[in-house]
């Protein structure tokens, strides 16, 4: 005669070979096995013929039965190995551009820079002595020192000279503001009669200083050589000197257009 305790094994080990693949439970005149998920709960009766019923989803069972349930389902297996890590993919498409950012804060002001180097003038100016009167400046002419082919300023003035002011003088003086500069001048002079006016014709030309060539000059304005070559064509009552270098042309009365040219050398 079985014990209670094997009968009760005998039940469980039928009750487990009721269960189906897809978790259903099947027993021929007999209640259907409570299947909740993957647990089988049923209660058998404490005593013979140790009948079993459904069990309820809570695993209660009423007073005269035992609980017994089982898992259904095949058991995890161990977790594998790692695979290989792939290749890595293409590059995918440029992303649209972003909304502009803010204006960043205002950087710190620089350090102040160094003064640039003023530049260096050459001066010049044209002079007239009408009778006997000190000489006054006519014209001025001026123009920055630096090329390195030669720096120019030009001019044109018109002044008269009547008979009671002649001889009437003309005379430069020139000077710059940088040490180591020279000057070539020229002087074009026209006259017109003083009287009958008319049409103007040739006076006098002066090219250069010290037969046709330069003077140095200082930083203070300073009477500049005027060459008016081999003769005196005003006919202004001067004296003719050897070489043709002169400090002033003077003229007889009359009406005079005055064109000045300056070369300024280094």
Request: with cysteine; glycine share 14%.
């Amino acid at each position: 005669m079985l014990s209670k305790k094997m009968k009760i094994g005998i039940v469980a080990a039928a009750a487990v070979a009721l269960v189906g693949v897809a978790g259903t439970v099947y027993a021929a005149d007999k209640p259907s096995t409570g299947l909740y998920g993957n647990w089988i709960h049923v209660c058998v009766d404490k005593k013979s013929p140790y009948t079993w019923h459904r069990g309820n989803a809570d695993n209660s069972c009423p007073s005269g039965q035992t609980q017994m349930h089982w898992y259904v389902g095949a058991t995890p297996g161990p977790t594998g190995a790692t695979g290989a890590t792939g290749p890595t993919g293409a590059t995918g498409a440029t992303g649209a551009t972003g909304p502009k950012g803010d204006t960043g804060a205002t950087g710190p002001a620089g350090a102040d820079g160094t003064n640039a180097q003023a530049l260096p003038y050459g001066i010049t100016q044209t002079l007239v002595s009408r009778g006997g009167a000190a000489a006054t400046v006519w014209d001025t002419l001026s123009t920055t020192l630096g090329s390195p082919v030669s720096d120019q300023a030009s001019g044109y003035f018109r002044f008269s000279c009547s008979a009671a002011q002649a001889p009437c003088k003309i005379s430069v003086k020139a000077y710059a503001t940088a040490d180591g500069y020279s000057v070539r001048p020229r002087l074009d002079i026209s006259r017109q009669d003083y009287d009958t006016t008319g049409p103007s014709g040739y006076c006098e030309y002066a090219d250069g200083a010290h037969n046709e060539g330069t003077q140095a000059l200082t930083g203070t304005a300073a009477d500049v050589t005027l060459n008016i070559g081999g003769s005196l064509d005003c006919n202004g009552g001067q004296t003719f000197v050897a070489g043709g270098d002169v400090s002033d042309i003077w003229v007889p009365a009359g009406r005079y257009d005055v064109a000045e040219e300056f070369q300024f050398t280094k």
